[in-house]
Each structure stands twice: as structure tokens, then as C-alpha cells.
């Protein structure tokens, strides 16, 4: 009998084994990898960057980038590389993966203006802007706002070919670039993924998308990356519809600088203004699963105007809220609804109540949007926007930072970046990919907070002596996932731990927001634990500030104040039944020096009032939403 039943044991094991390596061969598909062994669950977040650009990008180029993919990706596993302006540069801790998002629009186009013989430039102002371009840094730059601006609004020379009809160009460099990718991915060390920025820029108006492929050349070598130039984002769709038909592939789509949009990025109606139809909306939600909440061009968490009740509603607003990305067009109170990303959650529920479908059902990551092929987000380490901030130049920090204007925004505005956690089996294409494409993500602004949450119904202080991950997964659904309601209130267990290199925690906040039966949208931020709460106690239903150790004349910190780690099972206390609602998790680190002090201490500047007010922030963490949907009429009918 023993040995029959460690047979069928036996038996069994291998049975599961070799369905397990089906499945992770399967899930492998595609990516160019081999397999690896994975956990049970997600166990930890891999840290990476999907908003990169190198030298192939017109605009890196025109600032003054001469790195390409391949220093990129040295940089971010964690080699030293020299930067474009002779600074060494090097990662404190290696990324995990990484997305080299070169814009699609005249790939490597202005290398090749500038490489141009000049007598074959017939059109006189591309000869200016060849001589510009090779005249050094601050010619090429304005050089280079200048073809912005003219492609924006539809005005480049004839001549100009930022879009090569044939794409014979597009095609050499993208084969090289996806083949570099292959090479430099390292399953269960570090992931390489192929993708491409999509620069729709609507009389200014930025509503670009990252692209991110799941898969290895193989598939991505049948295709080129989608032009943005006179195209809508539903032919980004088509595109990506197509690409998933002809090769097996997979790929998403992720809206970036929503902030810049100035009110286009997340409408209540289609671009034409006629209403939303439920086939856009599941449409969108199908190919945008995740957005960008947090780069270096400014937060698009939330803004004071939208968010009044919030104390910390307006990190990174400042600069990036005055008007579109060239700011050919100011931005006027009445826009900020469609910037921002709380906002357009809470719009999501409104469209949802009324077609059944929520456009803006996304999670949220962060990421650097950095232009010199070197993705740091790292405050102590900034490498500038562009080639022409780098730290070379000592007064960055207050130069003016605009594309075609010299009004509104200058070097003290730009935020250090951010990166995006993906909670994941293992560090490879195909678990990266559907981190995202499950919304299991979340954004920093560039600390490596460790976060989790669980939304359930039954969630107690009791599940923390257990294996609560487990619990979590069994008996609720992670970030990003939606729980349909039971007419009682939702239970969530929520985990914070402090960067281990960097700074102690402040709190942990849940942002919820809600539509009621007549269609208004609400929200409500919660103070759910924080440090040192016998001695904080709310007042006026506020928790006081942490304090601030931040020595502006050193630009140091000391984790005197906060803790490491924060947990709480936190339960709704204003559900109501039948509420449509979504809730996620921000964490706030104890104020700390920004980049702009770093750089003040290290070379002597004196910041003018403004700048020096913004010097010290609160870094934080975004995790994706969990949403809550109404119970079915059955249960409700039961209540």
C-alpha cells in the first residue's frame, strides 16, 4: 500500500511538474527566452524603467545625446558608461528591466540632417537648422525646439524627412535595436524589452503613448514602430490589433504626461466631441492598461484645483500645469479635469455607470522620460532631462527648460523621474509584460519603496501572523485587480516598507473615489497608519506633519523621524451598498532633498525663493487601483 501510494505521489508530482513547465513554456512563448524557475506567487517588485531615450530619438539627439541602446543598456545593469558630456555615471543599485522608448516619428533623422553634406540641402531653413545643429549644444537645442514646433503644427520643409516613406532608415536601425535586445536579456537577471514612444501632439497638445512589446525579434522584427505624425491613437490600435493578429505577439499601450494634455488625455467625450460609445471605452481599457503617473516632466497624481481637501495634491504640479507641452496653448482651470489621473479614475466610474465599460481602468507606474540614455530617478544622481542639463552644467537648476519659449518653466521644475515596481514570478519578458497587462504595478517617484495591497471582504489583523500574501491571493485580488461587491464593506490589507537605502516612511494613505446614483463623482483621502501615531494624533481630522530634518545648508537628512515599515488592515468606513468605487494606495516618505538642492550644495548656486522652496519633498508611491464594482442584482436583492 505504501508503495502504491508514494507511486501515485510520485506520479502525481511529475504530472505537476511537467504541466508546470508546459505552462511556463507556454507563457514563454514568443519572448525569445528560455524558462527559468518562477515562485508560486509574485514575490517581490522588479524595478525598471519603460521611458527611455537614446540617440536614435530626433529630439535626444538635438539636445546633444550621442549614447545609443547599447550604453543604455550597460547603465541600467549597472555598468559605468560615460555620458554624452564626459561625466561618469553610474547606477547605485542595477534596474531590473528596461524599456528603450525611442520616438517612432524620424528615428535617427536628426543624426542625418546633421551628417547631411550641406550643398545638398536645397531647402534654406533645414540648412539652418543643419548648421545649428553641428554649431554646438545651444544652437542644436534651439534647433531642435524649432523642429518641434514646426512638426507640431504641421509646418517642416518639404524636404524634411522625419518620416521616410519607404522607412528603409527606420527598418536598418529598428532590426539592430531589437536584435541589441535579444542579446542584452537575461532571463531571471535582467529584461530587455522592445517598445517605442507614439508623439501624437495635437497643436501642442501632448497625448503620447509608451509601446511595449512582450516579445523577442523574432516577432517584433515584422513590424516597424507605428508613426504618430497625421494618425490618431485608434490607428495605434489597428496597429496593435494587427501586430497581435499576424505574429501571435502581445503588446500595450501606456499615456504618459497627461498633465501637458491640457484636458484632452482623459475626455468625456471622443476627440470630435460626440459622446463616448461603449466600443471606445472597451477599446481603450483593452489597449492603455497602465499609465504613466510620474516622470520627469512633472506628477500627474492630482492637482490642488481638482483635489482641495488634499494637503499633498500638488507634488509636481508646479511648471508643468501652465499650459500644453509647448506651451503654444495656456492651460485654463477648466482643462485640469482631463489631465490628471485621479480625476480621470473617478471619470471612469461616471462612463462606467453610463455604457457599462470603463475607459480609464489603468494601473500606475512611473518612469524617467530621460533623454540622454541613462535612466536614473534618482534625486542624488539626476542626469538632466536632456543632454544639455546635465551635471556639467552647474546651474541647471535655473535655466529657462522650455520647447520654443523662454516663459514658465525652468531646470528647478523637472522632477528627478520616477520608476515602475512590477510584482512579478521572475524577471523575465513574458512575467514583466503581464505584471502590467494585470495591472499588478505600481509608480515611485524614484525610491524603491516596497508596497503591497489586497482588497478583500474578510481581511482581519489576524492575517498578518500568517502567510497573508497567501491569504491575500486566496481569499482578496492584488493591486490592479476588482472585487465585486458583497454589500458589505471592503477589507484591505496594505504593507509599506521604507527604501532600504533611503529614507524613513511618513504614511500610508488610501485615495478613494466613488460615483454616486445620480452620476457625481466624489473622493476622500484616508490616513490609514502612520509613524509614531500615539504622539501624532489627528487634529481637525488631519494628521500633523512628520517634521523635517533636512539640513538645506548640507543637503542631508536624518531618519530620526518616520519608521521603516508601516501595516494596516484598513475597512472602508463610509461603504455604502451598490457603490461603484475604486481605492488605491499612495505612501509618503519624510521629506528629503531634491535634486535642485544636491545640486546648490555641490556647486555653490543660491536658488531664488521659488526653487529653494521646492528643494526638499516628500517622495512617494502610487500603487495601481483596486476596484470595487456593485454587488449583482441577486446579492443586492438579498441585503
Given at each position: ?62 539636445f546633444g545625446n550621442r549614447l545609443g541602446a547599447e550604453d543604455a543598456l550597460k547603465f541600467a545593469m549597472g555598468d559605468e558608461v560615460t555620458s554624452t558630456t564626459g561625466v561618469p555615471a553610474k547606477l547605485a543599485r542595477p534596474l531590473d528591466f528596461l524599456v528603450i522608448a525611442d520616438h517612432s516619428d524620424g528615428m535617427g533623422s536628426l543624426a542625418r540632417l546633421a551628417e547631411a553634406p550641406r550643398l545638398l540641402l536645397r531647402d534654406p531653413t533645414m540648412r539652418r537648422w543643419h548648421d545649428m545643429l553641428n554649431g554646438g549644444p545651444k544652437t542644436s537645442i534651439r534647433a531642435t525646439s524649432e523642429i518641434i514646433t514646426a512638426a507640431a503644427g504641421g509646418t517642416l520643409p ?482
Amino acid at each position: 500500500m505504501r508503495k502504491f501510494l508514494a507511486a501515485g505521489l510520485l506520479g502525481v508530482a511529475t504530472l505537476a511538474l511537467v504541466s508546470c513547465e508546459a505552462a511556463i513554456d507556454e507563457a514563454q512563448k514568443g519572448t525569445g527566452e528560455g524558462t527559468i524557475d518562477l515562485a508560486e506567487f509574485p514575490d517581490r517588485p522588479y524595478w525598471g524603467d519603460t521611458h527611455l531615450h537614446t540617440d536614435v530619438s530626433f529630439d535626444a539627439y538635438g539636445f546633444g545625446n550621442r549614447l545609443g541602446a547599447e550604453d543604455a543598456l550597460k547603465f541600467a545593469m549597472g555598468d559605468e558608461v560615460t555620458s554624452t558630456t564626459g561625466v561618469p555615471a553610474k547606477l547605485a543599485r542595477p534596474l531590473d528591466f528596461l524599456v528603450i522608448a525611442d520616438h517612432s516619428d524620424g528615428m535617427g533623422s536628426l543624426a542625418r540632417l546633421a551628417e547631411a553634406p550641406r550643398l545638398l540641402l536645397r531647402d534654406p531653413t533645414m540648412r539652418r537648422w543643419h548648421d545649428m545643429l553641428n554649431g554646438g549644444p545651444k544652437t542644436s537645442i534651439r534647433a531642435t525646439s524649432e523642429i518641434i514646433t514646426a512638426a507640431a503644427g504641421g509646418t517642416l520643409p518639404e524636404q524634411m524627412d522625419i518620416n521616410d516613406p519607404d522607412r528603409e532608415k527606420d527598418s536598418e536601425i529598428w532590426s539592430a535595436h531589437i536584435k541589441l535586445l535579444d542579446r542584452y536579456n537575461k532571463p531571471g537577471k535582467f529584461t530587455a524589452l522592445a517598445g517605442f514612444e507614439y508623439s501624437l501632439l495635437p497643436s501642442g497638445n501632448n497625448l503620447h503613448r509608451v509601446v511595449m512589446f512582450r516579445d523577442g525579434s523574432d516577432r517584433t522584427g515584422k513590424v516597424l514602430p507605428f508613426p504618430s505624425l497625421d494618425t490618431k491613437v485608434e490607428q495605434l490600435w489597428d496597429y496593435m490589433d494587427a501586430y497581435q493578429r499576424d505574429t501571435g505577439g502581445q503588446v500595450l499601450a501606456m499615456p504618459h504626461n497627461s498633465n501637458m494634455s491640457n484636458g484632452l488625455m482623459f475626455e468625456m467625450t471622443l476627440a470630435d466631441g460626440r459622446p463616448m460609445t461603449a466600443a471606445y471605452a472597451k477599446r481603450r481599457a483593452k489597449h492603455e492598461p497602465v499609465v504613466e503617473v510620474t516622470q520627469i516632466k512633472g506628477d500627474s497624481e492630482s492637482h490642488p484645483f481638482l483635489s482641495p481637501n488634499d494637503e499633498f495634491a500638488g507634488f509636481g504640479d508646479a511648471g508643468w500645469d501652465i499650459g500644453n507641452l509647448d506651451l503654444s496653448h495656456s492651460t485654463t482651470p477648466e482643462m485640469f479635469a482631463g489631465s490628471y489621473v485621479r480625476e480621470a479614475l473617478k471619470r471612469g466610474l461616471s462612463l462606467e455607470q453610463q455604457l457599462g465599460v470603463n475607459p480609464y481602468a489603468f494601473g500606475l507606474i512611473g518612469a524617467t522620460d530621460s533623454h540622454t540614455s541613462l535612466a536614473t530617478g534618482d534625486e542624488d544622481n539626476f542626469f538632466g532631462k536632456h543632454s544639455g542639463n546635465e551635471p556639467s552644467l552647474h546651474d541647471r537648476a535655473l535655466t529657462p527648460q522650455n520647447l520654443g519659449t523662454r516663459k514658465g518653466r525652468f531646470g528647478w521644475n523637472y522632477l528627478a523621474g520616477g520608476y515602475a515596481a512590477a510584482w512579478s514570478r521572475g524577471n523575465t519578458r513574458a512575467e514583466i509584460f503581464d505584471a502590467f497587462k494585470r495591472r499588478e504595478v505600481y509608480a515611485t517617484t524614484g525610491p524603491r519603496m516596497v508596497v503591497r495591497v489586497f482588497g478583500g471582504f474578510d481581511f482581519s489583523d489576524g492575517d498578518w501572523a500568517g502567510d497573508w500574501v497567501r491569504a491575500g491571493y486566496a481569499r482578496g485580488v492584488p493591486m490592479g485587480g476588482e472585487l465585486v461587491g458583497r454589500n458589505k464593506a471592503p477589507s484591505f490589507l496594505i504593507s509599506a516598507l521604507k527604501d532600504p537605502d533611503g529614507a524613513n516612511l511618513d504614511r500610508v494613505q488610501v485615495v478613494k473615489g466613488w460615483v454616486d446614483a445620480s452620476g457625481q463623482t466624489h473622493e476622500q483621502v484616508y490616513d490609514v497608519v502612520w509613524s509614531d501615531m500615539d504622539k501624532r494624533a489627528k487634529k481637525g481630522g488631519k494628521v500633523p506633519a512628520v517634521g523635517d530634518t533636512v539640513d538645506r545648508a548640507k543637503a542631508t537628512y536624518s531618519n530620526s523621524i518616520g519608521t521603516a515599515e508601516l501595516r494596516s488592515v484598513w475597512t472602508d468606513p463610509d461603504y455604502r451598498p451598490g457603490q461603484r468605487a475604486f481605492y488605491y494606495v499612495r505612501v509618503l516618505e519624510i521629506p528629503t532633498p531634491r535634486w535642485t538642492l544636491f545640486d546648490a550644495v555641490r556647486f555653490g548656486i543660491k536658488l531664488p525663493p521659488e526653487a529653494m522652496a521646492d528643494a526638499v519633498a516628500q517622495e512617494r508611491a502610487y500603487t495601481s487601483p483596486i476596484w470595487l464594482k456593485p454587488a449583482p442584482p441577486a446579492i443586492m436583492e438579498k441585503k
